[in-house]
């Protein structure tokens, strides 16, 4: 599968406990981009990578979300002292680059927070 | 800020049927618009998409319109089938150095056999 994959598909956590979540862009993707989708919702911008460098943070990124991207290629989401409000589904998407706009999804990772 | 808004919520077709499905936007330096398919428990995939200097395109039995002016566009499924159940969202991105996308709150479309 050459797709963007995610991993793990699922996760639940107790309260204050700490997450990270992998995202494996399709290969030679320059942008990696995070997003979480709560049921009913469409999905919800929150951090942008162009290869290495995180380059935009949503203001729903708090300061417990951290994410990384170190030899740009795979990214890591981590969510520090997880709170119930955190329990969603995580999707990473990965495109080309500049000119060329489209933008592939993940699997997603559900995140459940108890 | 930047919002999208997307109607109907739900919809319900008899296989055969078309379906339209609208979007707002409100970033008039939007440029790119894609639409997604989303099936129950699936990645959003990517099923068509626009570009401000075109006003429609067609795929088969899909196609969108774009209104810049009105800051409007539309999917439109003709020959509605079974298969094409699912949640549609619409989503507007200014391009540029993010293209990060603002999407719509989706739409759950049912198409009754």
């Known amino acids: 599968d050459t797709g963007v994959s995610q991993n793990p598909r699922h996760k639940i956590t107790k309260r204050g406990q700490n997450v990270t979540f992998r995202c494996d862009p399709i290969s030679e993707h320059n942008r990696l981009y995070w997003y979480r989708q709560t049921l009913g919702q469409g999905p919800e911008f929150l951090t942008y990578?162009?290869?290495?460098?995180?380059?935009?943070k949503s203001r729903l990124l708090s300061d417990r979300f951290s994410a990384e991207r170190p030899k740009g290629s795979f990214s890591t989401l981590e969510i520090q002292r997880t709170e119930q409000g955190d329990s969603a589904m995580y999707l990473c998407a990965s495109s080309v680059g500049q000119g060329n706009p489209e933008a592939f999804f993940g699997q997603g990772t559900r995140l459940t927070v108890v | 800020g930047e919002n999208v808004e997307q109607h109907p919520s739900t919809l319900s077709v008899q296989e055969g049927d078309s379906a339209v499905i609208k979007c707002t936007y409100s970033d008039s330096a939007s440029n790119y618009f894609p639409w997604y398919k989303q099936e129950l428990g699936k990645r959003p995939q990517l099923i068509i998409d626009i570009r401000s200097n075109v006003g429609e395109k067609k795929d088969q039995r899909i196609a969108v319109t774009l209104n810049k002016t009105a800051k409007h566009f539309s999917l439109h499924i003709t020959e509605t089938q079974p298969e094409d159940s699912a949640v549609y969202f619409c989503?507007?991105?200014?391009?540029?150095?993010?293209?990060?996308?603002?999407f719509g709150t989706g739409t759950l479309l049912a198409v009754q056999p």
């Open positions: 990578f162009q290869n290495e460098a995180q380059l935009e």
């Open positions: 989503a507007a991105s200014r391009g540029g150095a993010t293209n990060k996308l603002i």
